[in-house]
């Protein structure tokens, strides 16, 4: 629905040759005044190739941080500054130093979802929807990965290579437990069960599909039945109604909202684009180290296929 503010913003967003990037989870009406609603690779990817001068990031901060990282010329704002990321803030450079240390010579993949600072410490990044890929893709026996420790132990199953883990969670992932999905299975007999790999491995096992938020919409739409149970953050159901509407989707549990996602309202996009506020600014130094893991996980996710569980 087109309200009186969301036109303002459309109004402003081209006098001010703007674009407005947002996540899957963010509130609907947000990525209904979006140019580009996608999952966190889609969005890194795009920001390599944005005409506009302006992005206006509707996510959290470490998706903001990774546009700017990517495309250093380009004003990022992002609406609420406090508009986190728990998972990222569970590890700092000065701790994956330390795990460095303890294992020299053995190389990083750091999952997206981490400050640059961190990135900075790392030899490669990756998402939920190439985390698999760009492990395997390292000449090594051994790999450290951090921080998310479920996504970790996803890899884990669909790699020959062992895998250091870090011991983060992200806590809207973990909160859902087995007991829901099978409460919800046994209200939804024969529905399929898609999960984002952040969830906890019992529950991943319990999966049909395990994949990035937007990889979602193609396994939706090749679900055998009319049901699509949802173990993702609650944005997710937007898309997925817009792109499959002849499926029926139900969440898996009430908990999953991020409240960091949340933070992002029509009322704070318009007021950054109004007065430019808010601008995300990575330290050259910082930026110059942390663009290397994010352009070997773009080069190794080009072109490349695999099969559907080995997805992520
Ligand atoms: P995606 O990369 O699958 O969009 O997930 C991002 C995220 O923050 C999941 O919690
Ligand atoms: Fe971070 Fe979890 Fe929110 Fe994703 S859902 S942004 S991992 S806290």
């Given at each position: 629905?087109?309200?009186?503010?969301?036109?303002?913003?459309?109004q402003l967003?081209?006098?001010?040759?703007?674009?407005?990037?947002?996540?899957?989870?963010?509130?609907?009406?947000?990525?209904?005044?979006?140019?580009?609603?996608?999952?966190?690779?889609?969005?890194?990817?795009?920001?390599?190739?944005?005409?506009?001068?302006?992005?206006?990031?509707?996510?959290?901060?470490?998706?903001?941080?990774?546009?700017?990282?990517?495309?250093?010329?380009?004003?990022v704002?992002?609406?609420a500054?406090?508009?986190?990321?728990?998972?990222?803030?569970?590890?700092?450079?000065?701790?994956?130093r330390?795990?460095?240390a303890?294992?020299?010579?053995?190389?990083?993949?750091?999952?997206?979802?981490?400050?640059?600072?961190?990135?900075?410490?790392?030899?490669y990044?990756c998402?939920?929807?190439?985390?698999?890929?760009v492990?395997?893709?390292?000449?090594?026996?051994?790999?450290i990965?951090a921080?998310?420790?479920n996504?970790?132990s996803?890899?884990?199953?669909?790699?020959?290579?062992?895998?250091l883990?870090?011991?983060?969670?992200?806590?809207?992932?973990?909160?859902?437990l087995?007991?829901e999905?099978?409460?919800?299975?046994?209200?939804?007999e024969?529905?399929?069960?898609?999960?984002?790999?952040?969830?906890?491995?019992?529950?991943?096992?319990?999966?049909?599909?395990?994949c990035s938020?937007?990889?979602m919409?193609?396994?939706?739409?090749?679900a055998?039945g009319?049901?699509?149970?949802?173990?993702?953050?609650?944005?997710?159901?937007?898309?997925?109604?817009k792109?499959?509407?002849?499926?029926h989707?139900?969440?898996?549990?009430?908990?999953?909202?991020?409240?960091?996602?949340?933070?992002?309202?029509?009322?704070?996009?318009?007021?950054?684009?109004?007065?430019?506020?808010?601008?995300?600014?990575?330290?050259?130094?910082?930026?110059?180290?942390?663009?290397?893991?994010?352009?070997?996980?773009?080069?190794?996710?080009?072109g490349?296929?695999?099969?559907?569980?080995?997805?992520?």
């Amino acid at each position: 629905m087109t309200t009186a503010i969301s036109r303002q913003i459309l109004q402003l967003k081209r006098e001010k040759d703007a674009v407005i990037l947002a996540h899957n989870y963010q509130r609907s009406e947000v990525q209904d005044i979006a140019d580009i609603v996608g999952d966190s690779f889609e969005l890194a990817l795009k920001a390599k190739t944005l005409e506009q001068n302006t992005v206006v990031f509707c996510g959290v901060h470490f998706m903001a941080e990774s546009c700017k990282i990517l495309a250093p010329e380009k004003t990022v704002l992002l609406p609420a500054m406090d508009a986190g990321c728990p998972l990222a803030d569970t590890i700092s450079a000065e701790g994956l130093r330390r795990l460095k240390a303890e294992h020299p010579g053995i190389p990083v993949v750091t999952y997206i979802n981490s400050t640059a600072a961190v990135k900075a410490e790392s030899d490669y990044c990756c998402t939920s929807a190439n985390a698999t890929r760009v492990v395997n893709a390292i000449d090594s026996d051994i790999v450290i990965f951090a921080p998310d420790a479920n996504l970790g132990s996803f890899v884990q199953q669909h790699t020959r290579k062992k895998l250091l883990l870090w011991d983060g969670h992200c806590i809207v992932h973990q909160r859902v437990l087995v007991e829901e999905i099978l409460q919800v299975k046994a209200i939804h007999e024969g529905a399929l069960v898609i999960a984002h790999p952040e969830c906890q491995p019992d529950v991943v096992g319990m999966a049909d599909v395990v994949c990035s938020t937007s990889k979602m919409i193609p396994e939706s739409k090749a679900a055998p039945g009319d049901t699509v149970i949802i173990v993702t953050e609650e944005g997710m159901l937007h898309p997925l109604k817009k792109a499959v509407p002849e499926k029926h989707f139900i969440l898996a549990s009430p908990k999953l909202i991020c409240r960091n996602m949340k933070k992002i309202t029509l009322e704070n996009v318009l007021k950054v684009l109004e007065s430019g506020e808010n601008t995300v600014n990575v330290d050259p130094m910082t930026a110059k180290r942390a663009m290397v893991p994010l352009e070997r996980m773009l080069a190794i996710s080009a072109g490349t296929k695999t099969s559907k569980k080995m997805e992520v």
